[in-house]
């Protein structure tokens, strides 16, 4: 069975500092990874996905297949980066089924 | 612009109580998800329908049921609350495929007291 890991509940980093969410899978096959975003009063969307390769808000993330790991990164914090961030792993073929991690809170301060 | 909406934001019921948490979407999405949001334990799949009518179980199935007879509306239901099923229930809905976007409604909060 497919596994996810967000090693950290909080992450507390200041406005303008680098920021790493870590993300940590176990699956045997070719997972189809996922961050996403819960900003406070909001409902859950997703962020960015591996297979787009796509930069969002100044997000990115990249899928090391040797450490098994998705990390979420951007080199400049800032305050409505504020929220709850998830990250999910969907087996492929499994009709978009997704197994979430726990959750990583960031909090941006000045 | 997708919606996904959810009958109820809040709910209390109490113990031993059926309840029913419905949910659509109209976008025509062929699946749909029922998660429970509980803090430090994330969201966890409680049953998912990839067709009208079909369903499959999730990772945390005990104590729910689920409905669904039209494409876009899928009903989550605990037979007889207690209460450790109180949670936030978020559903969510995604075009058929491996890579396809989850939209997620805005979640109810139930209390089984």
């Known amino acids: 069975a497919q596994r996810v890991t967000q090693p950290e509940k909080l992450l507390s980093v200041f406005k303008g500092a680098p920021v790493e969410l870590k993300c940590n899978y176990s699956?045997?096959?070719?997972?189809?990874l996922f961050w996403y975003v819960q900003y406070s009063r909001q409902r859950l969307q997703l962020l960015l996905r591996?297979?787009s390769r796509e930069s969002i808000k100044g997000f990115t993330a990249d899928l090391n297949k040797g450490e098994t790991s998705f990390h979420l990164k951007k080199p400049f914090a800032q305050e409505e980066d504020s929220a709850m961030y998830y990250c999910?792993?969907?087996?492929?073929?499994?009709?978009?089924?997704?197994?979430f991690g726990t959750g990583t809170r960031l909090q941006v301060t000045l | 612009d997708v919606k996904v909406t959810q009958s109820s934001r809040y709910l209390v019921k109490r113990t031993g109580e059926k309840v029913f948490l419905e949910c659509v979407q109209d976008?025509?999405?062929?699946?749909m998800f029922w998660y429970r949001q509980d803090p430090g334990l994330g969201l966890r799949l409680i049953y998912f329908?990839?067709?009208?009518?079909?369903?499959e179980k999730g990772d945390i199935p005990e104590g729910y049921s689920v409905s669904r007879e039209k494409k876009e509306r899928f009903s989550l239901i605990l037979e007889s609350a207690s209460t450790n099923q109180t949670s936030m229930y978020l559903c969510?809905?995604?075009?058929?495929?491996?890579?396809?976007?989850?939209?997620f409604g805005p979640g109810t909060r139930l209390t089984v007291t």
């Open positions: 969510a809905s995604s075009q058929q495929g491996g890579s396809y976007e989850q939209y």
């Open positions: 699956y045997s096959g070719s997972p189809e």
């Open positions: 591996h297979i």
């Open positions: 999910a792993l969907s087996p492929t073929g499994t009709a978009s089924k997704l197994t």
């Open positions: 976008m025509d999405h062929e699946n």
């Open positions: 329908s990839y067709d009208v009518k079909m369903k």
